[in-house]
């Protein structure tokens, strides 16, 4: 059964099976980051776009604020546990879409998921939904995916636990939804962790600035996959009411990737993509140069001794504090 994510105008309520969570904005402070050890997840691809799994430690160097590190461990990590929450726009310009969402992602699961991963599926509008916690059963996902209407219409009602439930104006809680994501059900996790998003790209409502979002997600090392899907009928004559700016920024800081589907790209084709690096990706660690506990955020950069390669990447992390 799913279950909503609700918010009152001080305090983000969360609502799960375990009970009701009260996060304060100033709370989310706690780092994910090891007080010896950064951990970096990456990808490398050719100027063809094609994934590159065959590199070793020697071909790269990593730099934090402009000062070289030593990379203390590395590995391929095709076989590091992946949990992955899909979070899917089922706002009122997006419904004529979920169909073909729902299909795209069943395949996508069924060819990507393995035992030892875990996936939760997120549905969001005016509010948000877990149509399917952290499970690695694809029948129940398959389920959750068949759960997924379209949200629009009036205001939305907003249910705050004690108090009376009130109205906000209708709209698409997008940096809530993924910044939710990252702090509710990924920040505990280990291994690899990543959201895919599908959306227009149009938020109206959250509380959270894109920003927060990315920033939440870093904290967790959560890449974030965007996928721009946008229905141009939606908008009424002229359309251009969308735009992928924000979903490019919260793609590129997080170091995941963003994808536009478009004639040339269809929606299970950017899913055979997002398989194909999910299965060539990279891990390292270092121990940081800088020993202040400030709590500041630190470049980092992935560089190759092969300049005709891309390394995809993070652009940075939050010290530890303390």
């Known amino acids: 059964m799913s279950q909503r994510l609700f918010h009152n105008n001080r305090l983000t309520r969360r609502l799960f099976a375990g009970g009701t969570a009260l996060s ?29 799994s065959t590199l070793t430690q020697d071909d790269f160097q990593v730099v934090e604020d402009g000062k070289p590190q030593t990379i203390k461990t590395f590995a391929r990590e095709t076989d590091l546990p992946l949990t992955l929450g899909l979070l899917v726009d089922v706002s009122g310009s997006q419904r004529n879409l979920i169909e073909q969402e729902r299909a795209a992602a069943s395949q ?91 959306t227009d790209g149009v938020d109206q409502g ?35 009411a969308y735009s992928d700016g924000a979903l490019r920024k919260m793609s590129e800081e997080t170091g995941g990737r963003m994808f536009r589907v478009d004639r040339k790209n269809t929606l299970d084709e950017i899913f055979q993509q997002l398989q194909d690096e999910m299965r060539s990706q990279y891990s390292l660690s270092y121990t940081s140069t800088n020993e202040k506990r400030d709590g500041g955020f630190r470049k980092l950069e992935i560089k190759t001794k092969n300049k005709d390669l891309k390394v995809q990447a993070r652009k940075g992390y939050f010290a530890p504090t303390g």
């Open 108 to 198: 996508f699961f069924r060819k990507v998921i393995r035992q030892k991963d875990l996936v939760f599926l997120i549905a969001f509008g005016p509010e948000a939904e877990l149509l399917q916690d952290s499970t690695s059963s694809i029948p129940m996902l398959e389920r959750g995916l068949a759960e997924m209407r379209g949200m629009g219409g009036g205001a939305a009602t907003v249910i705050n636990p004690g108090t009376i439930p009130n109205s906000r104006p209708k709209g698409t809680i997008l940096y809530d939804s993924v910044y939710l994501a990252a702090d509710e059900k990924l920040r505990n996790e280990a291994g690899r962790k990543a959201v895919i998003l599908i």
């Open 24 to 52: 304060p904005m100033w709370a989310q402070d706690v780092i994910k980051v090891d007080v010896e050890r950064v951990n970096v997840l990456f990808s490398v691809r050719d100027k063809q776009n094609t994934y590159i």
């Open 206 to 240: 959250s509380r959270y600035t894109v920003e927060e979002a990315i920033r939440m997600a870093l904290r967790t090392d959560t890449l974030i996959y965007s996928i721009h899907y946008a229905d141009p009928g939606a908008y009424g004559f002229g359309g251009g």
